[in-house]
């Protein structure tokens, strides 16, 4: 059974403020940890973990928090406004990556390097195509008038269970990002443990918003 505002247990409620905490402390530090290890600007390559950091842990996940009940920085400000801001960080988050991803493949480009050709590089590509498809379906929901074939009410539903899903390619990108042989140079033992966290502590609590808010009661209510 889904639980409402109404019937969750005040522990229930302390747990999913705390753990929306979590999510927000994650995002600054593992981007800011990113900045820390690549040095934007020492290389042409040091733009790639930097500005995929910014775009999916900092400004993708801030945009899908501003809509938690509980861990919203802007709880107090009006649906419109979140909704605005919204956008706005999505916007800025798909730029991030699109400007990412020319970077890595140019740097490929440059060093003779085969393409997509790792599990990173490869799901790394369809996030970014996903992200833009998800960026273009938003559009649709802000000039809504434009599509008619289902109800808004549908519409929002799709956007926020694909948002979902992307917002977990992501994830999965950046953990595989960890995982490539430039990251753990630098960064091993505990610290490697502790940034691989951050995504997934930001996957785990941005799931549970999106199913509370859409998923479940959509269903209950049904
Ligand atoms: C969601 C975020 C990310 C996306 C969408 C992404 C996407 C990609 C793509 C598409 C490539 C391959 C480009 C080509 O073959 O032409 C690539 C390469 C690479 N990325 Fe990322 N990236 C992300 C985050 C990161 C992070 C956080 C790191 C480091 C911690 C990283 C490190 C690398 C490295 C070392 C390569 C070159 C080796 C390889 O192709 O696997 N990436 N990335």
Request: glycine fraction near 6%; charged fraction near 10%; hydrophobic fraction near 50%.
């Amino acid at each position: 059974m889904a639980l409402s505002i109404e019937t969750e247990t005040w522990p229930y409620r302390y747990l999913r403020a705390l753990s929306g905490v979590a999510a927000h402390i994650s995002a600054v530090a593992f981007t800011i940890s990113v900045g820390v290890v690549s040095r934007p600007g020492s290389s042409l390559f040091s733009w790639h973990p930097f500005l995929m950091s910014m775009a999916f842990s900092f400004f993708m996940t801030e945009a899908l928090l501003i809509f938690s009940p509980e861990s919203s920085l802007l709880r107090s400000f009006s649906r419109k406004i979140k909704v605005r801001l919204h956008w706005a960080a999505q916007l800025c988050a798909l730029v991030c990556a699109t400007l990412g991803l020319t970077i890595i493949s140019f740097n490929k480009y440059l060093n003779d390097k085969p393409h997509f050709a790792t599990w990173h590089g490869f799901l790394g590509l369809l996030t970014v195509i996903f992200a833009a498809f998800q960026t273009l379906g938003g559009i649709t929901l802000l000039y809504h008038k434009l599509i008619t074939r289902w109800s808004l009410a549908k519409r929002k539903v799709y956007h926020a269970t694909s948002g979902l899903v992307g917002y977990l390619l992501g994830c999965t990108s950046l953990l595989l990002g960890m995982c490539s042989l430039w990251f753990t140079a630098s960064v091993t033992g505990g610290s490697w443990y502790l940034a691989a966290l951050c995504p997934l502590v930001t996957g785990l609590v941005v799931m549970n918003q999106v199913s509370n808010a859409y998923l479940y009661r959509k269903r209950s209510q049904s």
